[in-house]
């Protein structure tokens, strides 16, 4: 078996709960968030979490929406905890067989920051891994999670292998992950697919992470805006010299 690291220590995840349900609410996504938060906080990663819907979110695609109109936005004071950390979960639900509206905010403020540059002139979230949980009771995981996984990897997250998790039991109305069933039981607790799917999902996160840390970030050669704009092609040939 290859070795692996034995401490993840200097590791940072953020989740965020793109559920419609306000704290204290019950969260069924949050079931399952605690899952693979547990899994990390036990291999020493610092676990930072969040619902969005508890906070004044405003809608757009802009860094700080009171620029443009709204009287409260919360993000600007969130950012700081996202760009803390080196590795983003976003988990939310399924609703009419797609992401949440929150999921769908969430990724847009991500989105606004995409412009930003880090330090070695690569786009602000390079270096950093990210993933996804959906939860619900209808149809929907794959469309959700890939919709999910492209914006985090378009705007620079680097996704691992088998980067989603998820739980919808059989399709239609019904419990949704962790009610509680006639028999006593948790549906969804011991579903066999679910569970190595958030267990796997959850390690390559951090492989990806502690990997992508470890040398100071993703590699700095090709993928610089700013050197592209000054005339650097990396390689690149323009179609009318080629043979």
Same mark, same amino acid.
């Given at each position: 078996m290859d070795a692996i690291?034995?401490?993840?220590?200097?590791?940072?995840?953020?989740?965020?709960?793109?559920?419609?349900?306000?704290?204290?609410?019950?969260?069924?996504?949050?079931r399952l968030i605690d899952v693979?938060?547990?899994?990390?906080?036990?291999?020493?990663?610092?676990?930072?979490?969040?619902r969005a819907v508890d906070y004044p979110i405003a809608s757009g695609v802009y860094?700080?929406?009171?620029?443009?109109?709204?009287?409260?936005?919360?993000?600007p004071d969130l950012l700081p905890r996202v760009q803390a950390a080196d590795i983003l979960v976003i988990a939310g639900p399924i609703w009419l067989g797609d992401n949440s509206s929150e999921t769908k905010k969430i990724i847009e403020r991500l989105y606004a920051h995409s412009g930003e540059l880090n330090d070695r002139g690569q786009a602000g979230f390079y270096g950093r891994a990210g993933g996804c949980i959906i939860t619900g009771n209808e149809d929907g995981i794959k469309h959700c999670a890939s919709n999910v996984l492209y914006s985090l990897q378009h705007i620079g997250y680097s996704i691992p292998p088998e980067a989603?998790?998820?739980?919808? /039991?059989?399709?239609?109305?019904?419990?949704?992950?962790?009610? +509680?069933?006639?028999? #006593? &039981? !948790?549906?969804? %607790?011991e579903n066999d697919f679910t569970n190595r799917k958030i267990t796997f999902a959850t390690w390559n996160l951090i492989h990806l992470?502690?990997?992508?840390?470890?040398? /100071?970030?993703?590699?700095?050669?090709?993928?610089?805006?700013? +050197?592209?704009?000054? #005339? &650097? !092609?990396?390689? %690149?040939?323009?179609?009318?010299?080629?043979?």
């Open positions: 690291p034995t401490d993840f220590s200097a590791l940072s995840a953020l989740f965020i709960n793109t559920t419609l349900t306000r704290s204290p609410g019950v969260s069924h996504t949050q693979s938060a547990g899994i990390m906080a036990k291999q020493g990663v610092k676990v930072d979490q969040f860094p700080d929406m009171r620029e443009y109109g709204w009287e409260e936005d919360a993000w989603d998790a998820g739980w919808i /039991g059989e399709v239609g109305p019904g419990p949704s992950y962790g009610d +509680e069933l006639d028999d #006593g &039981t !948790r549906a969804g %607790f992470a502690a990997m992508l840390t470890a040398p /100071g970030g993703f590699p700095a050669h090709g993928n610089q805006p700013e +050197e592209w704009a000054a #005339g &650097t !092609r990396f390689d %690149f040939e323009n179609p009318e010299y080629r043979g």
